[in-house]
């Protein structure tokens, strides 16, 4: 876990991400994908102004391979967090990199309609609510 402490005020209509995609660029650096060669890195801000980072790590099966975004999510909340603001992803990709199904499920789980800010290294970025990447998300209501 890292914490580096106020990220700003997310009270703006979409909040001011560059500084948190710097940490989820630089978590990318510990990504291991020795099969892919797709590095990703996250960096979950929590409402208190905390940074959680992660980077994905791939087994040999892939599907026992977890996500960046995963990671920053379970990190977090195994150290106690559950309230959270925004998450950045930041992958080496032509277009900007969106969280895949599985991390867009957790990240509603866990996280709710957060912001979500996605880069690529060539500096192209969008900001967007998880809603609209997961409009009609199943959870704890449909249970």
Known sequence: MKSKGKAGSLKSPTPPLQGLSDYAREARKGAVAPFSHFKVGAALLTVD??????SNIESATY???????????FKAVSE???????VAVVAD???VTTPC???????WEL???IWVHIANLRGQKRTMRLSSLLPEPFDKRFL
Do not use: N, P, Y
């Open 49 to 54: 102004g905390e940074i959680i980072t992660g």
């Open 63 to 73: 599907g026992l391979t977890l996500c960046a975004e995963r990671i920053a999510v």
């Open 80 to 86: 106690g967090f559950r309230k959270f603001s925004a």
């Open 93 to 95: 990709s032509i277009k």
């Open 101 to 107: 199904g599985s991390c867009r499920q957790v990240l």
């Open 111 to 113: 996280c709710g309609d």
